[in-house]
């Protein structure tokens, strides 16, 4: 009964931890923007939203727990800064901004309309700062009341939403909605943050008793389904409330403005205010804790840096990038999470086997295969903006006599999309495998030498 108890509250723990109040943007606008077809938007949204996040818990656990453990045969140094660059993605890069913009957007604008997202910027990193810097419990009981009363909330708009829909999903359109609900899974972050968070679950596991590496991985893996399925059914359900008023909304509203106007069809104002807290408090709670993880990271890198100085750097440069809005927060999220994640995926996928892998040297290989093509796909990706700055570029004194001709990327993006599952998104995979097994005979040769 005991070890039930356990699994239950930890597999809890692990769905609030992933959920955060701003992954609730991204659901609603990728069904309205897939229609009838939101189903495999939906599909895809789950395995990057849902499934690579539980599978990253589940690796790092049988890897040891740690983040570095998941990527130890990179090496060292790069195992180091694949971890820096995880904290500094879920920390004052990326996600920390958006907890403070999707504060204003969902809970300030709506009722205070008059304060700009400068002053709400500056008060949320103020309130994090205090809860960050003084150890008290009231943030954690504020999280502990908090979590079921989102669930509450999000239960009673999904089901009215389902029962009592604003509208019927229509035909827009759309296409290659599953590459797109799996590229809006990496908005989430979560597959990134599993890394740390196994960490706490491994921590959590230890302290009620179970010392047993197989009983640890036991537990994680049964929480991570509860987890998993809590995760399927709010990220299911807003994915299909965004689908009904696929005839009735612009694909052009905001991702907050959407979610706002979606509950208000469905609840009227009342409805939309109650959101509007319980995403605060729940972005506020998510803050503090993100803060508090980047603080103990940086300052154990760098000696000279105390924990409260990196508190007081991480809120205040989290605070410039979080007055630009969600919207332009996430634009800038893309390239660098596009990057990411291929190499992420890899290293969790390779880590769950690991066992079974006798030449290590396929990580080295696979990752720099994910991460090389990632790269090149996202420059490519940039032809518009780099032919637009070298036209900048001539209109400065400093190239007058400089006349540069338009970049065309025409060739290598032909070589991109020439590879199996390069339409589908994933040109990333087969020169994965191909480096990846380049590396092993590489390793097989130099043992045989040895």
Not at 137 to 148: E, F, N, R, Y
Request: a neutral charge; proline letters at 4%; charged letters at 10%.
């Amino acid at each position: 009964m005991k070890k039930f108890k356990d699994i239950i509250v930890v597999g809890f723990a692990l769905f609030a931890m992933f959920l955060g109040a701003g992954n609730l943007i991204f659901p609603p606008t990728l069904g309205l923007i897939a229609g009838d077809k939101f189903f495999s938007a939906m599909v895809g949204f789950m395995l990057t939203g849902v499934g690579l996040p539980v599978l990253g818990v589940i690796a790092a656990a049988k890897a040891g727990g740690k983040t570095k453990d998941v990527a130890k045969h990179l090496g060292e140094k790069p195992a180091m800064f694949l971890t820096f660059m995880i904290v500094l993605c879920i920390g004052p890069l990326l996600a920390i901004p958006r907890t403070a913009a999707v504060t204003h957007e969902l809970s300030i604008s709506p009722i205070f309309p008059s304060i700009s997202p400068v002053i709400s910027a500056i008060v949320f990193f103020l309130i994090t700062m205090f809860f960050t810097l003084n150890a008290s419990s009231v943030i954690d009981k504020v999280g502990t009341i908090l979590t079921p009363l989102l669930l509450i909330v999000l239960a009673i708009i999904i089901f009215t939403g389902i029962f009592s829909p604003i509208g019927v999903p229509i035909d827009n359109g759309s296409s290659e909605n599953f590459i797109r609900g799996f590229e809006e899974g990496y908005q989430t972050m979560d597959a990134l943050a599993s890394l740390i968070f196994a960490t706490i679950i491994i921590q959590s596991i230890k302290e009620k008793g179970y010392n047993k590496l197989k009983d640890q991985i036991n537990i994680t893996i049964i929480a991570g389904v509860i987890a998993a399925l809590g995760l399927f059914m709010v990220y299911g359900g807003f994915v299909y409330l965004g689908a009904t008023g696929s005839g009735i909304f612009s694909n052009d509203l905001s991702r907050a403005d959407l979610l706002m106007s979606l509950v208000g069809q469905l609840l009227g104002n009342v409805g939309s205010i109650i959101l509007a807290i319980a995403v605060g408090l729940a972005c506020l709670t998510t803050s503090v804790g993100l803060v508090a993880t980047a603080g103990e990271f940086f300052s154990g890198l760098y000696d000279k840096l105390s924990y409260r100085n990196v508190v007081y750097i991480v809120c205040a440069f989290s605070a410039f990038f979080a007055i630009n809005g969600v919207d332009t927060i996430i634009s800038l999220s893309v390239p660098l999470l596009t990057v990411m994640y291929p190499v992420t995926i890899v290293l969790i996928i390779l880590s769950l086997f690991d066992k079974f892998i006798k030449y290590k040297s396929v990580y080295k290989g696979a990752c720099l295969g994910a991460l090389v093509f990632s790269v090149i796909q996202n420059f490519l990706a940039a032809e518009d903006q780099i032919n637009s700055l070298l036209e900048r570029l001539n209109i400065s004194p400093f190239f007058a006599n400089i006349t540069p001709e338009r970049v065309n990327f025409d060739t290598p993006i032909k070589i991109i999309e020439s590879l199996p599952l390069a339409t589908e998104g994933f040109a990333w995979i087969v020169p994965a495998i191909v480096l990846g097994l380049i590396f092993v005979v590489n390793e097989i040769l130099k043992n045989k030498k040895a």
